[in-house]
T-cell receptor, first 111, second 112 residues
Framework: DAKTTQPTSMDCAEGRAANLPCNHS???????VYWYRQIHSQGPQYIIH???NNETNEMASLIITEDRKSSTLILPHATLRDTAVYYC????????????FGRGTSLIVHP | DGGITQSPKYLFRKEGQNVTLSCEQN?????MYWYRQDPGQGLRLIYY???????QKGDIAEGYSVSREKKESFPLTVTSAQKNPTAFYLCASSLGTFDEQFFGPGTRLTVL
């Protein structure tokens, strides 16, 4: 299974875009990129996922490079409530696979 | 409201006692999971179940036991054999093991 690499921490000003990078250089053709976030002392929450096309929903946008070796989660207008740990995970869709949550990126949004 | 619940939110036990953490879901999901999280760390998989009456060990199953007698319920027992039981325990469910997971609010267990 492809592993992911994320920066340990990032910070962002409130109202600005938060761009969270993830490297997954060993990703295989049938593996999707998933993003979850975990607000302190709560369970992780699904944000978005994609295969190779860029995706957008009400929470965020996901940009996947053409070679699929990296991706960026974009929170277009970060708020203080977006302060959380963000996990990037790759997993096979359509097959049994239990996601592994590493340390993720701790995003702090400041006023 | 559909969702996944864990109770209690905080739990204290004396060393040497077994303790059972509750996890219930009304999402009609087949798959359920238990994770453990230590401060500043990611989530580590303890056990998972793909269907009723079946479960598999995860990466750190030693000192834990589970049962899956009903689709809605997946209780986790932390036994006295678990050397460092103090942690934040998270339960999750998904439609199948290839679907996105929904997490409960977690139980913070402290063993004194």
């Amino acid at each position: 299974d492809a592993k992911t690499t994320q920066p340990t921490s990032m910070d962002c000003a409130e109202g600005r875009a938060a761009n969270l990078p993830c490297n997954h250089s060993t990703i295989s053709g049938n593996e999707y990129v998933y993003w979850y976030r975990q607000i302190h002392s709560q369970g992780p929450q699904y944000i978005i996922h994609g295969l190779k096309n860029n995706e957008t929903n009400e929470m965020a946008s996901l940009i996947i490079t053409e070679d699929r070796k990296s991706s960026t989660l974009i929170l277009p207008h970060a708020t203080l409530r977006d302060t959380a740990v963000y996990y990037c995970i790759v997993r096979v869709d359509g097959g049994s696979y239990i996601p592994t949550f590493g340390r993720g990126t701790s995003l702090i949004v400041h006023p | 409201d559909g969702g996944i619940t864990q109770s209690p939110k905080y739990l204290f036990r004396k060393e040497g006692q077994n303790v059972t953490l509750s996890c219930e879901q009304n999402l009609n999901h087949d798959a359920m999971y238990w994770y453990r999280q230590d401060p500043g760390q990611g989530l580590r998989l303890i056990y998972y179940s793909q269907i009723v009456n079946d479960f598999q060990k995860g990466d750190i199953a030693e000192g834990y036991s589970v049962s899956r007698e009903k689709k809605e319920s997946f209780p986790l027992t932390v036994t006295s054999a678990q050397k460092n039981p103090t942690a934040f325990y998270l339960c999750a469910s998904s439609l199948g093991t290839f679907d996105e997971q929904f997490f409960g609010p977690g139980t913070r267990l402290t063993v004194l």
